[in-house]
């Protein structure tokens, strides 16, 4: 069975960082691009980023760009997100998906984890 | 602002088909495939539809979706009071290099 589960969430200060972790078992992690999306607080779905299969690509919402950056341990079978200059509107819900198809980039994000609660405020 | 617009809401009866549109452009929509997500209260996002019109193994068959240019939809028939979610839709877009997803639609049944 695909379990996806994140950790890492705490309240922190605007202007602080954070790092992210998404612990992947029941399925071949390095295999399958992966991704972070997050839902504030009584909103909708916002993609966060991808890392491909072997961490050669990443993409990211302008929202983030030049602030967070994705990494992977496929060692480890781990997701990363280390987040910084964090701001209020980042309060989030940060979930890790798996993408649906092994060795492809954007088919979809069949497996959620249950996310971890981000929260900007001083 | 979303990129992919969907209504907020939408309701039936139990029994009654529905349908939730989300509506995009040609660097979306237009030239990619079109996801459907179901949100149960409190709950982790489920994939419903992928590939503009198949469904994952165990989604029931009442559910199903289409795409017409830069529009798509999807379609709930036979509505149960169990299908009371959200529902979202997402398409990668290839003139931003992100994954955009619509406002969601809340749906009830009456």
């Known amino acids: 069975e695909v379990q996806l589960v994140e950790s890492g969430g705490v309240v922190v200060q605007p202007g602080g960082s954070l790092r992210l972790s998404c612990a992947a078992s029941?399925?071949?992690?390095?295999?399958?691009?992966m991704h972070w999306v997050r839902q504030a607080p009584g909103k909708g779905l916002e993609w966060v980023s991808l890392i491909t299969w072997n961490g050669g690509s990443t993409f990211y919402a302008d929202s983030v760009k030049g602030r967070f950056t994705i990494s992977r341990d496929n060692s480890k079978n781990s997701l990363f997100l280390e987040m910084s200059s964090l701001r209020t509107e980042d309060t989030a819900l940060y979930y890790c998906?798996?993408?649906?198809?092994?060795?492809?980039?954007?088919?979809?994000?069949?497996?959620w984890g249950q996310g971890t609660l981000v929260t900007v405020s001083s | 602002q979303s990129v992919l617009t969907q209504p907020p809401s939408a309701s039936g009866t139990p029994g009654q088909r529905v349908t939730i549109s989300c509506s995009g452009s040609r660097s979306n929509i237009g030239s990619n495939y079109v996801y459907w997500y179901q949100q149960l209260p409190g709950t982790a996002p489920k994939l419903l539809i992928y590939?503009?019109?198949q469904r994952p193994s165990g989604v029931a068959d009442r559910f199903s979706g289409s795409k017409s240019g830069t529009s798509a939809s999807l379609a709930i028939s036979g509505l149960r009071s169990e299908d009371e979610a959200d529902y979202y839709c997402?398409?990668?877009?290839?003139?931003?290099?992100?994954?955009?997803f619509g406002g969601g639609t809340k749906l009830t049944v009456l």
């Open positions: 998906a798996k993408d649906r198809e092994a060795g492809m980039v954007n088919r979809g994000f069949d497996c």
């Open positions: 029941g399925f071949t992690f390095d295999d399958y691009t």
């Open positions: 997402a398409a990668w877009d290839g003139s931003l290099s992100a994954w955009v």
């Open positions: 590939s503009i019109n």
